[in-house]
C-alpha cells in the first residue's frame, strides 16, 4: 500500500443542514454564495491545490445542483458564446473543466460516519482525505501558507499514519466541539489519545478543538462497519477515529489558515461580510450599507 501519496478525498455533503431551514429544504447549502461563488467550490479548489485528483462526493436528496455546478452546461455555454459573453463563457467552462468528480448517494442521512463509509468502494486501497465544506478554510496568501489539507498530507508523509486538524478554541466555545485528549509531539502536532464530543468546560481534556479536515487510514472503513450508532442515533466519524487511535496513530495538527464556519447561518454571514471587506471591489460597497445604516439609526435615536 502506498502511504506517501493522498490522492483521494472524499467530500461528506449529503447532510439534511437543518441549522439553514428553510433554505436547504430544496437548496443544497454548500451551494450557498460565499461571496461570488458557492462554499463547496473553496473546498474542491483546497483538494486540488493539495495534490488530491480523485474527487469523491457523498450526496443526498436535494444536492443535485452540486453536481450541476461541476458539469457542463450546453444551453448556457450556447447562450453567452452566441451573445459574445467570452469572459463568462470561459468562465463557466473552466469551472466544469476544474476537476474529475465521482458521486456517490448516501440513501439515508444516517451520519457523517455513515456518509464516510459509503465512500469505501473507491478509497479503500490507501490514505484518503476528508473535506467537510461548512469549514471554509483561506490560507494567507502574503506568508504562502499551504491549503489546510496540505499541511495535513505533510504530516502524513513525514510520520505515516492518519492525521485531523485541529484548532485552539476559546474556553466558552469548547462544547461546541470534539476536544481531544493527547500527547504533544512538537509545536502544533499532538498524538490523539482520546476524544470527547462536546464536552462542559470543566470536563474538556483540552482546548484543541477538531475542525473538518481529516487524512484516515482505510482501516477506518472496518471501524465504521462494526460500530453501531452513537450520540443522535447516527454513525458517528468522532467515535471511529477514536478506536482508530487505539490501534495505529492519529495525529493532530493545528493548522494554520483562517476559517470561516459556513455550517450556520450566523457564521455563513459573518464570513461573506469579511471576505467582501478584503475584496477591493466590494469593500467600498460593504462600508457603504454599513455607514449608511449606522446613520439612519443615529438620526432616529437624536
Ligand atoms: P453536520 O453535523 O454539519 O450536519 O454534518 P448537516 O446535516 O450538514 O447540518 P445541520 O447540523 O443539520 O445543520 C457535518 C458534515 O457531514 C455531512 C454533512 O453534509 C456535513 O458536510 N453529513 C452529515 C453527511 O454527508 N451525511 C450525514 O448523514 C450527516
Known sequence: MDTLTVKKCLFPVAGLGTRFLPVTKEIAKEMLP???????????????????SDLIMITGRAKRSIENYFDRSFELEHLLKTRGKDELYEKMVAISNMAEILYVRQREPLGLGHA??????????????????DDVFISDKEEATPPVMAQLIDVHNRLGGSVIALEHVAREDVSRYGIIRSEVLS?????????????????????????????????????????????GGEIQLTDAIKTLAKQEPVWGVVYRGRRFDCGTQKGWLAANVQLALEDPELRGVVLDIVKKVGDTSSGQKG
Open 116 to 133: 464516510v463509509l459509503c465512500g469505501e468502494p473507491f478509497c479503500r486501497d490507501g490514505y484518503f482525505g476528508v473535506i467537510l465544506p
Open 34 to 52: 460565499l461571496v461570488n461563488r458557492p462554499i463547496i467550490s473553496y473546498g474542491v479548489e483546497e483538494a486540488l491545490n493539495s495534490g488530491c
Open 187 to 231: 509545536d502544533g502536532i499532538h498524538r490523539i489519545l482520546d476524544m470527547v464530543e462536546k464536552p462542559s468546560i470543566e470536563e474538556a481534556p483540552s482546548r484543541y478543538a477538531i475542525m473538518g479536515r481529516y487524512v484516515l487510514s482505510p482501516s477506518i472503513f472496518e471501524i465504521l462497519t462494526k460500530q453501531g450508532a452513537g450520540a
